[in-house]
C-alpha cells in the first residue's frame, strides 16, 4: 500500500503562464504528468503527482494554473491556484527567461534594470510568505520555444538571478524544464527544506513505549467499510508495531472480554470517540484512555488550540451556530458520526433549536464569522499544513475551534481526564 497523500510532503509549483511549470513537473516527476503546450492557461485546474524524492520521501507535485490568467475564466483558475496553497509545504517559484518582462527578446536589459521582477511575483511571494510556505526560486533558463541557453543574453540573465535573489533572500536554483538539466539541484533544495521536526511527528506521540500492550477499540458498524479498517486505524496499528508495542483489537462488544484474557491491564486504550464514554467506564481502574480523533487532532493539527476552542462549548447558548466540517466527502449514514451523532449530542445539551451546518471535503468557509464554535473531524485524509491552514483562518476571525474526539470527550465529562499525547 503506497504512502496516502495525506501523509506526504505538497510541493507546488507556481509562476506565470508559460513559465514552464508543467514542463518541470514532467521532468521532476520522470513521465508525463501535465500537458504542455505554447498556448498560455493550458494547465487548468491544479494536478497532482506522488513520487518519492530522496532525502525528503513521499512527496505530491501540484502542477498550477499561471497566477497571471486574464479574464472571468482565468480569475477562476488563479482562484483554484490560490486554493492549492492551503495544502502546500514547499513552493517552487518558478521564474523563466523569455517571459513577459524577463526575456532579451521581450525587453530590453535598461527597463529590465528599472522595474526588476513583475509586481504579480512579488504579490505571490508575499501570499506564499504570510502562509508560512517554504519557497525555492527557480530559474528555468529555456522553455521548448524559446532561445538556447547559449544564444541568450547572459547579463539579463544575471540581473533577473540578482532580482530573484532580493525579493526570495535565496539564490534561485537554475534549471533547463525542457531538458530536465539541473533538476537534482531541485531535488537537493527540496530535501534540504524538508523538516525533521515533521518527520519525527508520530500519531501515538509519547503515550506508548516499547513493549506496551494497546487495547483499541473499534466499533464496526455502518461507517465501517465492509471487509477494511478506517484509516486512522491501520495507521495507528502499524505505528505501534513499529514501536515495538502489542496492539490488541477489539470493539465495544468484546471489549470485557477481551480485557479478561489480558495478563494485566492494557498500558493505553485508544477507542473511537464515538464510544468514548462507554470505554472510560468499562476501562481497569488507573488505565489511561485517549481516542483516535484526539491522537490525530494532536497529529493532523494544533491540539492546544483544539483544546482552547473546547472551552466555547460551556458558553454555547440554546440559538448558536455551529459549524461541523469533515474531511470525506461520502454519504451520510443512519450512525454517521460527524451528521448524526455529535448534532444529536449537541442538541442533547443545548436543545433542538441549536443551529448546526454542515460541510464535507474542501467546502470550508472563507468566512466564518457568523459561527460561534467549528468542530472539526479528525483529518485523516487531510496533510497537517491543510488543518493548520484551517486553525489559522478560524483564529483570525477570533472562531474558536476544536475536533471531533475532544468535542465528544468534553460531552462525556471526561476532557480533564483523558490522555493527550505530546510529541
Not at 60 to 72: C, P, Q, W
Not at 139 to 149: F, H, V
Not at 188 to 203: C, K, L, P, V
Not at 335 to 359: Q, Y
Amino acid at each position: 500500500m503506497e504512502t496516502p497523500a495525506a501523509e506526504r510532503l505538497h510541493i507546488a509549483i507556481l509562476g506565470a503562464r508559460n513559465s514552464g511549470k508543467s514542463s518541470l513537473v514532467n521532468a521532476m516527476a520522470g513521465q508525463t504528468v501535465s500537458l504542455v503546450s505554447g498556448i498560455p492557461g493550458t494547465t487548468t485546474d491544479p494536478v497532482s503527482k506522488a513520487m518519492e524524492i530522496p532525502g525528503a520521501g513521499a512527496t505530491v507535485l501540484i502542477d498550477t494554473a499561471g497566477f497571471d490568467d486574464e479574464g472571468e475564466l482565468g480569475a477562476l483558475r488563479v482562484n483554484r491556484t490560490g486554493n492549492s496553497l492551503d495544502k502546500a509545504d514547499i513552493a517552487i517559484l518558478l521564474f523563466r527567461d523569455g517571459s513577459t518582462g524577463f526575456g532579451p527578446d521581450k525587453i530590453s536589459g535598461r527597463r529590465l534594470k528599472k522595474t526588476g521582477i513583475d509586481d504579480t511575483y512579488r504579490e505571490w511571494y508575499r501570499i506564499l510568505s504570510d502562509k508560512g510556505i517554504r519557497v525555492i526560486p527557480v530559474l528555468n533558463t529555456c522553455a521548448e520555444d524559446e532561445l538556447s541557453p547559449d544564444t541568450e543574453d547572459a547579463g539579463l540573465r544575471t540581473a533577473l538571478k540578482m532580482e530573484i535573489e532580493k525579493l526570495t533572500g535565496l539564490e534561485p536554483v537554475t534549471v533547463n524544464a525542457a531538458t530536465g538539466e539541473g533538476i537534482q539541484a531541485i531535488y537537493d533544495a527540496i530535501a534540504a527544506m524538508t523538516d525533521d521536526t515533521q518527520r519525527a511527528r508520530t500519531i501515538t506521540g509519547d503515550l506508548v513505549n516499547p513493549g506496551d500492550t494497546v487495547l483499541l477499540v473499534m466499533p464496526q458498524d455502518s461507517e465501517a467499510p465492509k471487509g477494511r479498517l478506517i484509516l486512522p486505524q491501520v495507521q495507528t496499528i502499524r505505528e505501534l508495531l513499529d514501536k515495538g508495542c502489542s496492539a490488541v483489537c477489539c470493539t465495544p462488544e468484546t471489549m470485557s472480554a477481551t480485557l479478561g484474557k489480558l495478563a494485566g491491564s492494557p498500558d493505553l486504550i485508544i477507542t473511537d470517540s464515538q464510544v468514548f464514554r462507554e470505554v472510560w467506564q468499562a476501562r481497569p481502574e488507573g488505565c489511561r484512555v485517549t481516542s483516535f480523533s484526539i491522537l490525530f487532532a494532536a497529529y493532523k493539527g494544533d491540539l492546544d488550540a483544539f483544546i482552547r476552542g473546547a472551552e466555547a462549548l460551556d458558553r454555547l447558548a440554546p440559538d448558536s451556530h455551529i459549524l461541523i466540517t469533515e474531511a470525506c466527502t461520502h454519504i451520510p449514514a443512519s450512525e454517521d458520526i460527524g451528521r448524526v451523532k455529535i448534532p444529536g449530542m449537541l442538541k442533547h445539551h443545548f436543545g433542538d433549536s441549536l443551529n448546526i451546518d454542515i460541510v464535507s471535503g474542501s467546502d470550508f468557509p472563507d468566512d466564518l464569522s457568523g459561527y460561534d464554535l467549528v468542530i472539526h473531524c479528525g483529518a485523516c485524509m487531510f496533510n497537517r499544513k491543510y488543518v493548520l491552514n484551517r486553525i489559522r483562518d478560524a483564529a483570525g476571525q477570533n472562531v474558536p475551534i476544536t475536533n471531533y474526539g475532544i468535542a465528544i470527550a468534553w460531552a462525556a465529562g471526561i476532557l480533564d481526564k483523558v490522555s493527550l499525547p505530546g510529541q
